[in-house]
């Protein structure tokens, strides 16, 4: 529908544009600027012409508009509607704020509060109407289109509100188990908080469970595995459609929200039928867990020996000359895990010999140990002492090389462990 005389005419008229936006970034002092610059600025006057001709709903109309237009006039009529835009989309942010879903995990405070307010604080559409400046890490569950600018932020918080309008329709301490049951150290994780929820609303219509607790029990999984078992990922979303119908029935769906999780679905479907094949539905039908009911131990390293005492107990180690002899001396002298723990890492003791020295600790010992030192997985290892890299990887290596029902005895017990326990 354009001629090579519309083309060149758009283009020497965005050219114009960028001349002018170009004095306006300098504030009149100079029309000289980086090459980056200049380009950034011609992407977002594209961007900005690109959010007006996107009102027609007739790409024909939109070519027309091309046509009969000016570049200056479609840019204008951009930057009104985007100057629209982030006017709807702050009252938007507004309402999610209002309603936040009260988790723990740090990803959707950090981004859905912090970053979108991060984004309205830097966003300047006037020369870069196309940037979003932030990373928005707490990940939606339907896809996206793939946008950028005040228009991926406007459809990622759409897609947020909808998920907080879901999940606000349960006790935060009901979803707080629940994700327990996904994982007890969720707050930490990068994961969408909305999919469980959704998952184990409709695994309790179809279990005939509690829906306002999201009470899905290992029984109730057992059931949607002989449900799901021999059903095509097609039959899969007709029954979990019908669940939803009948999950309206409990909870509030408005049309648009009930939209919204139709789209979740399909997506849903496909989790279930490759979970059945691998026997694996716990992961996508959730079974709550309350760590908080789960029994604490709690172990004390003990109290340290006097401090000359102690160097001449270190003294004696490092010069004893066989591993035996070492061992003695610490049977000997070492009464507590406290000072166990300094030897190990004070006497410049080779691995093999930490390891005969672990063989001689009760599990329980090697359990409050392992708590301690298990946490330096999380740790940069070029920040600790070589000493304490030698000990971690010589724990590591004990404990791997232990009966599995002694390896799963002690994980047992360290997962018990208070993080009251003292070292000192």
Same mark, same amino acid.
């Given at each position: 529908?354009?001629?090579?005389?519309?083309?060149?005419?758009?283009?020497?008229?965005?050219? %114009?544009?960028?001349?002018?936006?170009?004095?306006?970034?300098?504030?009149?002092?100079?029309?000289?600027?980086?090459?980056?610059?200049?380009?950034?600025?011609?992407?977002?006057?594209?961007?900005?012409? /690109?959010?007006?001709?996107?009102?027609?709903?007739?790409?024909?109309?939109?070519?027309?508009?091309?046509?009969?237009? $000016?570049?200056? !006039?479609?840019?204008?009529?951009?930057?009104?509607?985007?100057?629209?835009?982030?006017?709807?989309?702050?009252?938007?942010?507004?309402?999610?704020?209002?309603?936040?879903?009260?988790?723990?995990?740090?990803?959707?405070?950090?981004?859905?509060?912090? /970053?979108?307010? /991060?984004?309205?604080?830097?966003?300047?559409?006037?020369?870069?109407?196309?940037?979003?400046?932030?990373?928005?890490?707490?990940?939606?569950?339907? #896809?996206?289109?793939?946008?950028? /600018?005040?228009?991926?932020?406007?459809?990622?918080?759409?897609?947020?509100?909808?998920?907080?309008?879901?999940?606000?329709?349960?006790? %935060?301490?009901?979803?707080?188990?629940?994700?327990?049951?996904?994982?007890?150290?969720?707050?930490?994780?990068?994961?969408?908080?909305?999919?469980?929820?959704?998952?184990?609303?409709?695994?309790?219509?179809?279990? !005939?469970?509690?829906?306002?607790?999201?009470?899905?029990?290992?029984?109730?999984?057992?059931?949607?595995?002989?449900?799901?078992?021999?059903?095509?990922? $097609?039959?899969?979303?007709?029954?979990?459609?019908?669940?939803? $119908?009948?999950?309206?029935?409990?909870?509030?769906?408005?049309?648009?929200?009930?939209?919204?999780?139709?789209?979740?679905?399909?997506?849903?479907?496909?989790?279930?039928?490759? %979970?059945?094949?691998?026997?694996?539905?716990?992961?996508?039908?959730?079974?709550?867990?309350? #760590? &908080?009911?789960? #029994?604490?131990?709690?172990?004390?390293?003990?109290?340290?020996? !006097?401090?000359?005492?102690?160097?001449?107990?270190?003294?004696?180690?490092? =010069?004893?000359? $066989?591993?035996?002899?070492?061992?003695?001396?610490?049977?000997?002298?070492?009464?507590?895990?406290?000072?166990?723990?300094?030897?190990?890492?004070?006497?410049?003791?080779?691995?093999?010999?930490?390891? &005969?020295?672990?063989?001689?600790?009760?599990?329980?010992?090697?359990?409050?140990?392992?708590?301690?030192?298990? =946490?330096?997985?999380?740790?940069?290892?070029?920040?600790?002492?070589?000493?304490?890299?030698?000990?971690?990887?010589?724990?590591?290596?004990?404990?791997?090389?232990?009966?599995?029902?002694? =390896?799963?005895?002690?994980?047992? %017990?360290?997962?018990?462990?208070? &993080?009251?326990?003292?070292?000192?």
């Amino acid at each position: 529908m354009l001629s090579d005389i519309d083309i060149e005419r758009i283009q020497f008229e965005c050219l %114009a544009i960028l001349s002018k936006q170009t004095e306006r970034y300098n504030s009149g002092d100079s029309s000289s600027i980086r090459v980056e610059t200049a380009q950034n600025i011609l992407t977002s006057i594209m961007f900005t012409i /690109g959010v007006w001709l996107k009102t027609f709903h007739i790409p024909d109309d939109a070519a027309l508009a091309i046509k009969n237009s $000016t570049m200056d !006039d479609l840019y204008q009529k951009g930057r009104k509607r985007i100057d629209k835009m982030v006017k709807s989309v702050k009252i938007l942010h507004s309402t999610i704020l209002r309603k936040l879903v009260d988790s723990q995990n740090v990803f959707y405070h950090s981004t859905v509060v912090d /970053g979108i307010k /991060g984004f309205f604080k830097l966003y300047y559409p006037e020369f870069g109407a196309q940037e979003i400046h932030i990373t928005a890490d707490y990940p939606v569950y339907n #896809p996206m289109k793939k946008l950028v /600018g005040i228009e991926f932020i406007q459809e990622y918080l759409k897609n947020i509100y909808f998920e907080n309008l879901f999940c606000s329709n349960f006790r %935060a301490d009901d979803i707080h188990h629940l994700l327990c049951g996904y994982d007890e150290h969720y707050q930490h994780l990068l994961f969408n908080i909305y999919e469980p929820v959704l998952a184990a609303a409709i695994g309790c219509v179809l279990a !005939d469970t509690d829906i306002q607790r999201l009470d899905i029990t290992p029984s109730a999984v057992s059931h949607l595995n002989r449900l799901f078992a021999r059903k095509s990922i $097609t039959e899969i979303e007709d029954t979990l459609i019908r669940a939803v $119908t009948e999950l309206k029935q409990y909870i509030l769906l408005a049309d648009n929200l009930e939209r919204y999780i139709k789209v979740s679905l399909s997506l849903i479907a496909v989790e279930v039928k490759s %979970a059945v094949v691998t026997q694996t539905l716990d992961k996508v039908f959730i079974v709550a867990k309350y #760590p &908080e009911n789960d #029994p604490k131990i709690y172990f004390s390293f003990g109290n340290k020996m !006097d401090n000359e005492i102690y160097r001449k107990v270190v003294n004696e180690i490092m =010069q004893s000359h $066989t591993a035996k002899d070492k061992i003695d001396v610490i049977k000997e002298y070492v009464q507590s895990l406290a000072d166990l723990e300094d030897i190990l890492l004070d006497t410049e003791l080779y691995p093999n010999e930490i390891t &005969e020295i672990l063989k001689e600790l009760s599990p329980a010992e090697i359990a409050a140990l392992s708590k301690k030192y298990i =946490q330096l997985e999380h740790i940069d290892f070029a920040d600790l002492r070589e000493s304490e890299k030698i000990l971690y990887e010589c724990l590591c290596g004990f404990i791997a090389s232990l009966p599995k029902e002694q =390896q799963v005895w002690i994980d047992k %017990a360290v997962r018990a462990l208070s &993080e009251d326990t003292i070292s000192c």
